[in-house]
């Protein structure tokens, strides 16, 4: 779906192997080191010159984001985010959509085209599936409206039930 210059779409799929997407967003903990879910995946496929990289630029808050190499992933940059804890991180909106603006700044910064997000804070953090996709939806689209660099930004849903719905809401908005 094309808002403006900018094309959304969603796949199912691995955040990993996003071979023709130039930036990859992770969900990332504070420490911004290995732990489980797409962070665990995304560290395992860089290599151990990731969690050199992100060292000194822990610990991170809530909606942050910061942008370091992609090592041995195919993608030249991984832009990392600390989503909110659902129910603890307050108000977990406003850091949720941070996690979105902010990767998407930083994009820009590094006039980056292409970008791709997993379903943040919706895993370990325990945010509502579909709560946290309305999110992310209207915290793009509001992006796109302005974006220079950003030409493509992808959602990348692990499980078919998830990419269903991405589905569902992009046709809605067509
Ligand atoms: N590719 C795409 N999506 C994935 C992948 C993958 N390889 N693996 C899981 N998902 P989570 P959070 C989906 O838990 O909720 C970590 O341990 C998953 O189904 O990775 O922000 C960190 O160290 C879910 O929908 O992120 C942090 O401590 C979504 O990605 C904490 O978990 C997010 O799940 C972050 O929790």
Do not use: W
């Not at 994009?107 to 997993?118: G, K, L, V």
């Not at 915290?139 to 030409?151: E, I, L």
């Amino acid at each position: 779906m094309k808002f403006g210059e900018v094309k959304i779409e969603a796949i199912q799929g691995d955040i990993t192997k996003q071979d023709d997407i130039e930036a990859i967003v992770n969900a990332a903990n504070a420490q911004l080191q290995m732990g489980g879910g797409v962070a665990g995946a995304i560290h395992t496929a860089a290599g151990r010159e990731l969690s050199e990289e992100t060292k000194p630029l822990a610990p991170i808050r809530p909606g942050q984001a910061v942008i370091t190499n992609g090592y041995n992933l195919p993608n030249k940059y991984i832009i990392h985010t600390l989503g909110p804890v659902y129910g603890f991180n307050q108000p977990e909106e406003k850091f949720l959509a941070d996690c979105y603006k902010n990767s998407l700044v930083l994009a820009e910064d590094h006039h980056i085209e292409s970008i791709a997000f997993p379903a943040i804070s919706t895993g370990a953090f325990g945010y509502p599936f579909e709560q946290a996709m309305e999110i992310a939806f209207s915290t793009v689209h509001d992006f796109a409206k302005n974006a220079k660099s950003v030409k493509l930004i992808r959602f990348v849903l692990f499980s078919e039930k998830d990419f269903e719905q991405y589905k569902n809401k992009l046709n809605s908005l067509g």
